[in-house]
Structure formats: structure tokens, C-alpha cells
């Protein structure tokens, strides 16, 4: 089983991943960890590449996060299920901010990447905006693509259904 698990940021990625992870015995692997370096510095191209490549021809595992875009179809081609959180934009705001406020408080258990610092707000917040503007639509674009193809896509649209979200067989 390889199961790719995307959407914009604070949607709740990693913590449905991390459970799918456990319920199936399937390796974890979080994009943030492979894309970026400590204090939110950009990896290099080539180390991003060698990472994700290393994953993604592995028999088994679970992949969340976006990534870069220029290697989010062959990821998407090589998984056997693709969840995706698309919920309204304003869900992420909020989800972003308040992990935000989790983490400065010291409660937030799984930082992005297992870093120690966390990016600043504004950004992450631009990011979200971003991701929204102009790779969602890319991604449903790519997505209902692949869904006409027989590939299985199951979209997660309301955050109340993320804690009893299931795998289609």
C-alpha cells in the first residue's frame, strides 16, 4: 500500500496521515521533513529529489504534504490511494493559527518537520493563501484526471469527518 495524503496547510495532513500510518503498518513520511531544513530554510533541489525519489519507489509507505509541485504527479502515479483535504480555505486559516498558538504554548506534540522553530505566522499564512490560489485548482484539475483513469481519490471537504476517516479498499 502507498498512500499520498495532500492538501493545503493546517488541514490536518499529517495527523490523519500518522493514523494511517499506525492502522495499516505502513512507514511515515512527511514532505516538510525532505523540503525543507532547519529554521525553514528551502532544501536543494537535488536533495529534495533523492529523497522523495528513495520514498516513493519504496514497496510500502505513507507520503503526506504538497511538496513541490513538479513532482506531485509522478507521486500521485505511484500511490495506491490518494486521500485528499480540500477544505474551505478558512478552515485553514484557522487550523493554522491555532496550531500556531499550540505550538508557542508549548502543546503541539507533532511540529511541521519535527522543527524546534516555528515559521512565522505571516508566512505560513501566505503560504495557505497561495496554495489556494494557484495549486488547488491545479491539483482538483489533476486529481479529477486521474480519477477518470480508475484511480481511487477519496476528497475529505469538512473537517468533522477528518477523525473518522476511512481507506476505500
Not at 27 to 36: G, Q
Not at 50 to 68: M, V
Not at 77 to 105: F, G, M, S
Request: glycine letters at 6%; one cysteine or more; charged letters at 25%.
Amino acid at each position: 500500500m502507498r498512500i499520498v495524503v495532500i492538501g493545503n496547510a493546517g488541514g490536518g495532513k499529517s495527523t490523519l496521515a500518522k493514523r494511517l500510518s499506525k492502522r495499516h503498518s505502513l512507514p511515515y513520511h512527511e514532505i516538510d521533513k525532505i523540503l525543507w531544513k532547519e529554521g525553514w530554510q528551502l532544501a536543494s533541489e537535488s536533495d529534495y529529489d533523492a529523497a522523495h525519489n528513495a520514498i516513493i519507489k519504496s514497496p510500502t509507505w505513507i507520503l503526506d504534504g504538497l511538496g513541490r509541485m513538479d513532482t506531485l504527479e509522478c507521486r500521485l502515479l505511484e500511490a495506491t490511494h490518494i486521500v485528499h483535504i480540500d477544505l474551505p480555505v478558512w478552515q485553514h486559516y484557522l487550523l493554522a493559527a491555532n496550531r500556531h498558538a499550540a505550538w508557542e504554548r508549548g502543546e503541539f506534540v507533532h511540529t511541521p518537520g519535527d522543527f524546534k522553530e516555528m515559521p512565522q505566522l505571516e508566512l505560513v499564512f501566505k503560504m495557505i493563501s497561495t496554495v489556494d490560489a494557484d495549486y488547488t485548482p491545479k491539483i482538483r484539475q489533476l486529481l479529477a484526471q486521474l480519477a477518470a483513469a480508475g484511480v481511487t481519490i477519496q476528497v475529505v471537504d469538512d473537517y468533522a469527518n477528518l477523525d473518522a476517516f476511512k481507506l476505500t479498499p
